[in-house]
């Protein structure tokens, strides 16, 4: 599939953000202009051949460009599939959560990863998020593994391999377009509600990046839309049910999730298997299990608090949950603006699915603590934690701007949620 003929807005001026990190990167790689960059009247901003450089970036100040800048600039030195399968290999023998699940596919990923084509607009953003965000080219290459290893462990072929492969590698390559500050490299779980607004945009940028500037099929770009949508609808930017995720999209939607649940402190395949299961219906059952096989195959973990510790915060859960549906009730009931009409639907859903993912997980029985699950118990009740965080900050984004009264009443709802 050919990419889109037209290009929007969205890449006509130099993005800022993008921008700093090409010029931060281009400090130690080759980063030059592969054309002529002209402006949309004509006039001529940079020469073919010339390294980037501060003075490109004060030329660019909001002129509009007859191409996109990632078209035509290219990294002489910069990320190549040998680079891939190098950091690829690294991430296996390390101490990773996710290296037992990469050993029994390494060679084939390997070989697969050094035949990745690497579009000169994907190779551009890679090598600036290689050398300026690390962490972001990091997660690309675990994503980019974790999502070949389920395919081959799916008896996946090697076209279905491949393209599983760049999704995981090409998927948060829209982040590259929001203020660093605001990306998810840091760990989803700790995002503000300004952070989250900024970032909730990325998986379209990605999109339009990919289908726009790349010649890669549109099955990649698709998927790319789609690595923060939830099966039951409860994902973004879209809120797709069902069948309108795509296979690949769902497959890397799954990897995302695991590879969220694994940041920081939470070092175990356990708290991936648990973020999948949280709440009913959210992600494809078939990889959900093959995550779920390969927790239980690592050394069991023990629960870090003292189970007494955790029977409070459980019941405490249980409170802020039952508060939360019966203020959600009785805020619908005398709401009239329709934005928070719309934001208190929202809430009421998502806190219907958390509550049925409450009463599946058992937690609310006494005895849970007291079984040989009790870690999985208490990563249950850290996840449903921050799923609150995460209706809470949803909430807010769709509420938008309300006059004083509303605003107060629907932010005394939300700061309820934000405990834990």
Sequence with gaps: MTPSTQTDNTFRTANPHALATILEASETKSIIAATDIFDISGTKLWAANQPVSASLQRKLLDRQLREPLESCLIAEDGV?????????????????????????????????????????????LLTAAQTARSQTFDHAVAAMALNGALMAGNGGDTPEIRLAMLCGLLHDLGEMYIDPRYGEA???????????????????????????????????????????????????????????????????????????????????????????????????????????????????????MESADIQARLGALSDVLTAAESNVSQLAARAELPALKSALDLSGFLLGRLRAGWNESGMWNPRAMASPDAAEVEAMEDEIYFRLRGVQRATLLIAGQLPPPEAAALGALCDSLAMG
């Design 186 to 304: 840091e760990a989803d779980r700790d995002l503000d509600f300004i952070s989250y607004q900024q970032l909730v945009v990325h998986p379209h940028v990605g999109y339009l990046l990919v289908a726009q500037l790349t010649n890669y099929p549109g099955v990649v770009s698709r998927a790319i839309a789609e690595h923060h949508e939830r099966l039951d609808g409860s994902g973004y930017p879209h809120a797709l049910q069902g069948d309108k995720m795509s296979p690949l999209g769902r497959l890397l939607s799954v990897t995302e999730a695991s590879l969220n649940a694994v940041r920081g402190p939470y070092d175990h395949l356990l708290h991936a298997s648990v973020a999948l299961r949280a709440v009913p219906g959210e992600f494809d059952l078939n990889w959900v299990g093959k995550i779920s096989q390969a927790a239980c195959a690592q050394p069991p973990q023990k629960a870090v």
């Design 80 to 124: 190549t599939p040998a680079t891939l399968v190098q950091s690829l290999h690294a991430l296996v023998q390390s101490e990773s959560p996710l290296a037992p699940m990469l050993r029994p596919h390494a060679a084939r990923l390997a070989r697969e990863a050094g035949q990745l084509p690497l579009h000169p607009v994907a190779q551009l």
